[in-house]
């Protein structure tokens, strides 16, 4: 099973540029060409978050037209750029999945099932998932114990040392993580909101934070540095599962020189000297 992670796509109304200098439906529709030409194809396409900059319906219908062939397998949930609302009015089908006003679902169509929860806070630019958020997860979790599971938000609960956005992340990281640790069937958790790639442990299991398709949060490590941004590579997460492991690779959106071979007709390594006697 592949899942690609598109994530902080922050589309905008057609015209508009993200503070003022980045298309970012531009970057997206590069992201779904990319996405397109893999080979095998993605069985499943999440997106952790911040698909619109404003929560606007007219950002969310750009995002619907630009992400149109990627088909049905979409599976989106809130970041602090959207609003629950917002995303379940423009997602019929998603909000079908909900029980509530809160985008928390399960997707069972997979091998890995897909725990998706919604960890937005209205207004607020941090994360909570709340109780009902942290007892829907572990309720979803106890239903299926032999089952695993990948488990997505949009705010990461560990600090990265970029100063404004660690005090902007998953301020109930610790009751996350409680409930986590009940469940070992999760394989692995991810996230956004950081606009880059991120790699640690939590509770135990892998955790990701997806890169940007647009502009990239700076590297910035120094507590005192101010909050900005860099149009670095774009790129994406794409998940492979197999054999009850989840492996995260970094699939870089562009065109590159290659692909080169390493062997030649003959078998050996290209470019290999000549024995010299
Ligand atoms: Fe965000």
Known sequence: MLIAQLTDTHIRRPGDLAYGVVDTAAYLEAAVAHILALDPAPDAV???GDLTDFDDPREYDRFHAITAPLGAALFPIPGNHDSSAGLLAAFPQIAARCAGARVNYVV???PLRLVMLDSTVLGRPHGQLGEDGLAFLDAALAAAPDRPALVAAHHPPFLTGIR???VQNLFDAAALEAVLRRHP????FTCGHVHRAVTTSFAGIAAT???APAHSVSLALDPAAPPTFHMEPPSLSLHRFAEGRLVTHR???GSFSGPHPFFGPDGKA???PARTA
């Open 251 to 253: 699939s870089f959106i």
């Open 270 to 272: 290209i470019g290999t």
């Open 209 to 211: 934070i997806g890169p």
């Open 185 to 188: 069937q999760v394989v692995a």
């Open 108 to 110: 069972e169509d997979f």
């Open 46 to 48: 999440i997106v952790t």
């Open 164 to 166: 404004h956005m660690d």
